[in-house]
């Protein structure tokens, strides 16, 4: 496996840049028979079909950031660990957030759901900032992280249980445990060659290390780009908005932590503690506060945010 990696790096830049195109498709392709999978072996045993939109759902779409970050970790290369999940997050909330507004219209969210999810979605951020302030996060600081998440799992299964309903699944199990691994597999080898040929070309580009990790966490967008417009597709503008909220609560807090927890911690540079994440807290803080103040997100406020993300990855080019 090292030696097909290492292989990767050998041909010329055209090929490489169609294996990231592959790789990419492949993150998105293995999400989605994770997804598909554990859905139906949840619904096999009865499992109710909220807890696996808040759980396999939510944390089946942020699979390729959890394994970019439990790869970038044990290559020792936290900086594209940690640019992976604030590249993701940022382009989440700003351009495809706004992408699904020009496309599909305006987006509402109600100020009860706000008041959980947004703030959520700012805290993390707060939160990944605080810890990160000492040019560090330790695996008990990872652990923080993961432990901060399952907490909000558990209040939003205890808030909606009134709400839990039960469907069984009469797909094969042997199907939905092919699907599975065959995802798992899938996504892994993806992330695998997706880093090598992305640190290869950054570096002979002589980008740092966080901006590459920024640059892969489009790509790792994906599933929820998606997710997103698939959403649209079927006229759930509110599943769309949700989608992208959920994201950045995961991908923060456990996609980061688990990997973080894997490499025994990672190391936190001044390029993304002080420029790319306040860029992402603006982006979201903005966002959230547009939906509080005026009950949805309009065109107009999504040109910004594309003005605001395309105007941030050219400042940090500069």
């Not at 041909?11 to 990419?24: D, E, N, S």
């Not at 640019?83 to 507004?101: K, R, T």
């Not at 570096?203 to 892969?216: A, P, Y």
């Amino acid at each position: 496996m090292a030696d097909l990696l290492h292989s990767l790096i050998l041909l010329p830049y055209p090929a490489q840049a169609l294996v990231a195109v592959m790789a990419i498709a492949g993150l998105w392709f293995g999400s989605d028979k994770v997804i598909w999978g554990v859905k139906r072996i949840a619904r096999k045993f009865g499992i109710s079909e909220l807890i696996i939109g808040l759980t396999i759902v939510s944390i089946g779409s942020s699979l390729p950031e959890i394994f970019v970050n439990i790869s970038a970790g044990l290559r020792g290369v936290d900086d594209i660990g940690v640019g992976n999940i604030v590249g993701s997050c940022f382009v989440q909330i700003s351009f495809i957030l706004a992408l699904c507004v020009l496309v599909g219209g305006p987006m509402s969210s109600k100020q009860e759901k706000l008041k959980r999810d947004g703030t959520m979605v700012v805290g993390s951020i707060v939160l990944l900032f605080l810890l990160g302030m000492d040019g560090s996060i330790g695996t008990g600081e990872a652990l923080l992280l993961v432990l901060t998440y399952m907490s909000y799992i558990y209040y939003l299964l205890i808030a909606n249980r009134k709400k839990w309903s039960v469907t069984k699944s009469v797909s094969p199990m042997t199907l939905n445990i092919l699907a599975f691994s065959f995802g798992v597999a899938l996504v892994w080898i993806s992330a695998e060659a997706l880093l090598t040929v992305g640190i290869h070309a950054g570096r002979e580009f002589g980008l740092n290390e966080g901006l590459i990790g920024l640059l892969s966490g489009i790509g790792t967008s994906i599933p929820e780009l998606s997710i997103s417009m698939m959403a649209l597709l079927r006229k759930s503008n509110g599943i769309s908005l949700g989608n992208l909220l959920g994201s950045n609560i995961t991908d923060p807090l456990f996609s980061l932590g688990i990997g973080a927890v894997l490499a025994g911690g990672y190391q936190v540079s001044d390029f993304l503690l002080w420029q790319a994440i306040p860029m992402w807290f603006v982006a979201s803080g903005s966002s959230m506060l547009m939906l509080w103040f005026f009950g949805k997100i309009d065109r107009k406020f999504a040109l910004l945010l594309i003005t605001f993300y395309l105007g941030s990855f050219v400042l940090f080019l500069s």
